[in-house]
């Protein structure tokens, strides 16, 4: 019996499908890496058989591979890098938009590895590709550190201001703060921060506006009803509460935690960076209210710190 290459891929993409499903109900017991590697690129090869549905079923692998990188498991996401990975390799006549996509999926696993140098990589490729996609342009402008590429970010986010979206607007904005940018209309950095909560006020985002809050506070901005910096990081708390992104919260609570033990309260501080820890937001946070956690304590025992680790 002879059979289309359009049934062979159907087939396979069937198979893939089921696959993936197992992979994900059985993530504790089995690795996925090698095998499903190795099926992935038979799929890749059956797509390139079947011009007519490519588009379809490359945004197929796109729309799975997203899905699959926010797992938990390491070799889920190592599934979702080889998708990612094999498509702009296999495929040489790919589209930039699903190109840009691959690249910046790439990023963001680097990112969550804490990988920083190959995710700035990754979505630099997913720039070239879509030079014009704010998305990806915001993403990659407030990718820490500010301090790499300066003049780059700084350039994209002013770009991202021009656009007709009023959160890529606010998201520039808090970007700006970030890397306390001025310019003639905006002589401090709380401005951008102020401004971003002016353009989130007819268009909520908890998290822009906690991030913005927390600005505020980092920047220890007072105004007639914020009297302490630590009232913004408090109204961040009361936002995010029950918000999935202990980041944002983690990072409110260090804000605190160096208030407290900058006004001399070191038992309070040690509580709030404890705090953090518990949350396991992730280790460049929680090395930062490690060493907190540190400095009040030799506060506490009368051996103030140096200059340098204050």
């Not at 690129?41 to 990188?69: G, P």
């Not at 030079?131 to 590429?149: G, K």
Request: hydrophobic share 40%; charged share 25%; proline share 3%.
């Amino acid at each position: 019996m002879i059979i289309s290459k359009k049934s062979i891929l159907c087939l396979l993409m069937a198979g893939l499908l089921y696959s993936m499903t197992y992979s994900q109900e059985h993530s504790n017991s089995m690795d996925c890496s090698q095998e499903h590697t190795s099926a992935i690129l038979l799929h890749i090869n059956a797509i390139m058989a079947d011009k007519s549905s490519c588009d379809k079923n490359l945004n197929f692998y796109l729309t799975k591979a997203e899905a699959l990188r926010h797992s938990d498991n390491k070799d889920i996401i190592d599934y979702a890098h080889n998708i990612y990975f094999l498509i702009i390799t296999r495929i040489r006549e790919l589209d930039n938009m699903p190109k840009s996509r691959a690249y910046m999926g790439l990023a963001k696993i680097a990112s969550r590895k804490l990988h920083h140098e190959d995710a700035l990589i990754w979505a630099r490729a997913a720039l070239r590709c879509n030079p014009d996609n704010e998305y990806i342009s915001i993403w990659y402008a407030q990718y820490p550190p500010l301090t790499q590429d300066t003049k780059t970010k700084i350039f994209l986010l002013l770009q991202c201001l021009q656009s007709n979206d009023i959160i890529i607007q606010a998201r520039a904005s808090i970007g700006l703060g970030n890397a306390r940018y001025t310019d003639d209309t905006h002589g401090k950095q709380t401005d951008w921060y102020l401004q971003a909560l002016d353009l989130l006020e007819d268009h909520p985002d908890k998290s822009l506006t906690a991030q913005a809050l927390i600005g505020l506070g980092n920047a220890r901005y007072t105004d007639d009803t914020h009297e302490n910096n630590t009232d913004w990081y408090l109204q961040a708390l009361d936002l995010l509460e029950d918000h999935p992104d202990k980041s944002l919260t983690a990072k409110a609570l260090i804000g605190l935690g160096n208030a407290a033990r900058a006004a001399g309260n070191n038992e309070q501080a040690i509580s709030h960076y404890q705090a953090v820890i518990e949350l396991q937001s992730g280790k460049h946070l929680i090395k930062k209210a490690s060493n907190g956690i540190d400095i009040a304590r030799r506060f506490l025992r009368q051996d103030p710190p140096s200059k340098s680790e204050a």
